[in-house]
Every structure is written in C-alpha cells, then in structure tokens.
C-alpha cells in the first residue's frame, strides 16, 4: 500500500540525485503498486505526481472557506447526478469514466488539465481553458449544459482540479505520466461478433445485457455504456481508441489490464456500433455532420456509418436522450478578436 | 453470457424451456425454513457469533442471490460444512421457495460493531463509501450499490450484516477459500486488504442501517 505524499514528480535525474528522500520512496511504492496491477512503468523523463487526497485537504494549509469549496467540487464530481435535469441528461457522474475520484492515472487523471490549460485543442479549433474543458465534458460525456462560467458550481468544480494538480509546475515540459486512456496496440482486425460476446461475458453483469448499467433510486450504480442515458455521439470515449484504452485499463471494475488488447479493441468496437443521443454538433443532416467533424474526431469512431449487423445508419437521427435541447450555447468558436 | 444461460448453464439445463419450476411461494418457503431457524433464527436474522462461527442475516437479501448460493453450496462451488447439509437437503422448488421466503422478510440490524474505536470505524467508512485507490480497493458501494444496501441480484446488500460474518467472508476470498462469486469479483478486491481494513470496514458496515429508510 502506498502512502500519500501531497505530491512528488520524478525523473530521471530526480531519481539519482543525492537528495533522494522520503519523497521518492513514496513515489517508488506508488509505482510498483500501478506495475503490479499491470501498467507499465513511466518511461524516460515522465511527470509522476500523485495527487492529494481528501485526507491530504484536511490537514493542508489553506483558507477554510476555500477548503469547503474544494470540498463541494469533489462533491460535484463524484456525485454529479445532483446537477440531473439542469446541467446533466443522463447517467454519468465525473468520476463514471475518470476513477478513483478522477486522481487514477490511466482512467484520464483530470489534474493535468490544470497545469496545461490555457491551450489550444484541436476538437473546436481554439485556445481553451479549465472551465471551458470541464465544460466540454459537460456538453458530450454528460449529454448535457454546462455550468454557467464563473458560476459557484463551475468555480468549485474547477477548485477541485487545481487542488489535484497541487505542487505541479505550470506548462509542465516533459510527458505526464498516466495521462488520458492510452489505448493498447490496435490488432489488425476487430470483430463486431467477438466485441458482442465478450461484452456479455465480462461486462453485462453490471452494465446490462443492453448496455443500460443499473441505478438503485437516483443513484447510479452502473452507468449505462451506451442508449439514451450515456454519453451522447460527441463525447471523447465514442472514439474507438479512447474507448479501448478505457476499457483496458479500468475494466471489469476492481480488475484493470485483465483483458487481452484484442477484447478491448473488439468490445470497444461493438460499443461504438451501439446508439447514443445526438452529437450536439449535429447540422439535421448525419453525412453533413460527419463531413464536418470527421478529420478532428468522427474517423475514430462509426458515426454515420452503417453497422455491418443489420444496414443501421449510426446517428441517423434526433433523439438527443432525456435532454431537451441538441446544443447548449456554451459551444462557439473564439476568436480572440 | 447472458444474466439466463448463467444459470441454466450453472443447472446444466440447456434451453429456456426446461427452466419450468412453478414460481417461487414465501409460504411454502416458510416450511422449509424451519430447519433453518436453529442458526439463522426465526426472524431471518441469524446471529453474530464473537470468536466464533456466525450465522448470516438472510432476511432482506435479494431472492436471487440467496437462490445462487443455494445452488453453490448444493454443487459445491461454496464450501461450508454447516451449510451444505442444509442445502443438500433442498429441491429446485424448495430453494426457490425459501429464498422468497427470506427476501420477504424484513431485515434486521447487524452486531459486531459494539465498542469499536472511531479510527478503526472512520477507515471502514472510508473503505465502504470511497475505496481506497492507493491500493486499488474499489468501495464496497461502487458494487453494492447506494449505502451498500445491494444491487440487482447479483450484489448483495452487506450493510447491517453481522460483522463477523463479514469479516470471515472476505477473508475466506482473500485465502482463496471462498470462489464461488461472478468473474472473481469480489476476490480482486480482498485480495488487497490487509486484515486490519477488513476488520475496520466488516464493523462499521454492520453499525449500518440493512435497509433503505
């Protein structure tokens, strides 16, 4: 077991300078316990931080006030199915696809994206910030409106990420190690058939043979891994790579890298052969969609094409899930003018 | 597999047709319930034994979970010599019966966690509502759902359950004694506890209410 350190990064140099301390110690232990569990260990000069625990805010040196509002964002992000109906149409809480309260590397830790934000993203062609990312998986993974900017949600929210992040130099230079949903090797090919079985095999006893996860009153246990209460057409995981990366990093839950690249691949390509509601970046016209959003996202997932199964056209449509709305106004271009 | 062909196939029965027992009757159930009462009392309660074997509280489980290990002391796949007698003793029908018989029965509160300290309970909350990431324990809730009252049949509620019981079960997966749970499950996760985060979560988790409201 690994004990917490409120942060330590580690490179190659750090590792063989004098000062080797408690701090590498720690940083050691936390390796081995992720190589254990079947992840590889950093490579070359890769940013390791651990981030700080609930545990770790108690004891920190910081405003109380500003500690209650780090407190409610770890709130929000965990239990995000409190914002239901006005900022969240389905499922999901933050934490349904970024683990262990979004601190796991390799289930996309989200403390990088404060160190690296401001920054340009190529998904909508301008320079974002943390808000404005944590508003995008509003918008695509929780089918949903983000919070208002600078609002008391969107600001305890943000808090929490920044809090993640503690320690870590801004504009980090060297690869962060862990970051995103690495995908394993893709193998030459995937089949629907295979993904399908294996899905019922390892995964639908929590996520249901129809991909609708389980709740019990208006919690989720299980979120639903595609239909009218997942992610809708335009969240990140649609992605196959992503998707398989997720999948064999986290999944079954409780047993990571348990299952061979070419499960992940093949469960993740039938996962993507299943509806969801409409990308908000929806035009009223699927191949027009897919024309526009192709180069930068939809070639990596089977939007707008038709599933080999039965002849569906995938996103042919307009069901836009339990949301009222296709897009919330939160998503424009910025021009900087 | 699907939720069906896991227990025909666990049956050996191969189509949906041979799955003809008439449904499940708590009444008839209570009959066969009798023989139970010697351990699991007559309120399904069972009882928490200190030092030594306790005896679960059935009542308030989910009928499907009970049907399950049922069949899994009756083929085996759980081994316990109070147990599997008592289960050998069953038919389908019978088992069917007796597990709707105890669902029906409303839960009653867990013992074990009297004059536990507040750190060991504090680290059993934390175990059971947030996990423990640093060692890739998962929270009991994740799977057993909001407050670990359970989830669907397959994730039993553990909340309000006699922490003696608790306790032996996990231990009996981390010794790899207990096996019998869907795609090792349940083992992933005890197979990371020390003995001491197994005690602390088996209390605390028995201080809890079974039920909701």
């Keep these: 077991m ?23 110690t720690t940083t050691q232990q936390y390796i081995d316990t992720l190589t254990e569990l079947g992840y590889p260990a950093p490579k070359g000069n890769e940013l390791v931080h651990i981030p ?10 910081l405003h109380p006030e500003l500690k209650r509002v780090i407190r409610r964002g770890y709130d929000l992000f965990t239990n995000t199915q409190q914002l239901r109906g006005e900022n969240v149409f389905n499922n999901m809480n933050c934490s349904s696809c970024h683990l262990g309260e979004g601190r796991m590397p390799f289930s996309a830790p989200v403390w990088p994206a404060a160190v690296t934000l401001p920054n340009f993203r190529g998904k909508n062609d301008h320079v974002n910030n943390l808000e404005e990312r944590i508003a995008g998986c509003f918008t695509y993974s929780m089918n949903g409106k983000p919070p208002e900017y600078g609002s008391d949600n969107m600001l305890a929210i943000s808090a929490y990420h920044q809090w993640l992040a503690k320690g870590v130099a801004m504009y980090p230079e060297q690869p962060i190690y862990g970051r995103g949903f690495p995908a394993p090797d893709r193998p030459e090919e995937l089949s629907y058939a295979r993904g399908e079985a294996a899905f019922e095999e390892k995964c639908s006893v929590c996520h249901g ?21 997942s992610n809708n057409w335009g969240a990140g995981i649609v992605r196959i790579f992503t998707a398989a990366g997720f999948i064999k990093n986290n999944m079954p839950l409780g047993q990571p890298n348990s299952l061979s690249d070419q499960e992940s691949w093949d469960i993740a390509y039938y996962m993507s052969n299943q509806e969801r509601p409409q990308d908000p970046r929806y035009t009223g016209d699927v191949a027009e969609t897919l024309k526009n959003t192709e180069a930068r996202f939809h070639k990596h997932s089977m939007y707008g094409q038709t599933r080999e199964t039965d002849g569906h056209v995938l996103g042919d449509h307009r069901n836009t899930g339990e949301k009222p709305f296709l897009k919330p106004d939160s998503i424009r271009s910025r021009t900087f003018e | 597999m699907k939720k069906i062909p896991i227990l025909l196939t666990a049956f050996g029965l191969s189509s949906c047709s041979a799955w ?21 009392q007559a309120d399904g309660g069972g009882m928490n034994i200190a030092g030594g074997e306790s005896w ?20 085996g796949a759980r081994s316990n010599a109070s147990m599997i007698p008592f289960a050998s003793m069953l038919d389908e029908q019978q088992i069917e019966d007796v597990a709707a018989y105890y669902a029906s029965l409303p839960a009653t509160q867990g013992k074990g966690s009297e004059g536990a300290d507040e750190a060991t309970l504090n680290r059993g909350q934390q175990l059971a509502e947030r996990g423990d990431w640093s060692a890739y324990i998962v929270s009991c ?29 996990l231990q009996a997966w981390k010794a790899g004694n207990r096996k019998n749970d869907t795609q090792d499950l349940m083992g992933s996760i005890a197979r990371r506890m020390s ?4 005690h602390a979560v088996a209390v605390w988790l028995a201080s809890q209410s079974p039920a909701g409201n």
């Design chain 1, 2 to 24: 690994i004990r917490t350190l409120s942060y330590a990064a580690l490179s190659g140099t750090l590792l063989l300078s004098v000062n080797a301390s408690a701090k590498d």
């Design chain 1, 52 to 61: 700080p625990t609930m545990e770790d805010l108690e004891s920190a040196k």
């Design chain 1, 209 to 229: 043979n129809y991909g609708e996860g389980l709740r019990v009153g208006s919690e989720t246990v299980f979120p639903a891994t595609w239909g009218d209460m």
């Design chain 2, 20 to 40: 003809v027992f008439a449904e499940a009757d708590a009444e008839r159930g209570a009959a066969s319930a009798a023989m139970c009462m010697a351990c699991h």
């Design chain 2, 56 to 75: 679960p509280r059935l009542a308030g489980l989910s009928a499907t979970y009970i049907s399950k290990q049922l069949h899994d002391y009756k083929s």
């Design chain 2, 141 to 169: 809730k994740s799977c057993h759902g909001s407050d670990s009252q359970g989830a669907g049949g397959d994730f039993p509620g553990i909340s309000g359950q006699h922490a003696g019981y608790i306790e032996a079960q």
């Design chain 2, 195 to 198: 003995d001491d985060d197994i």
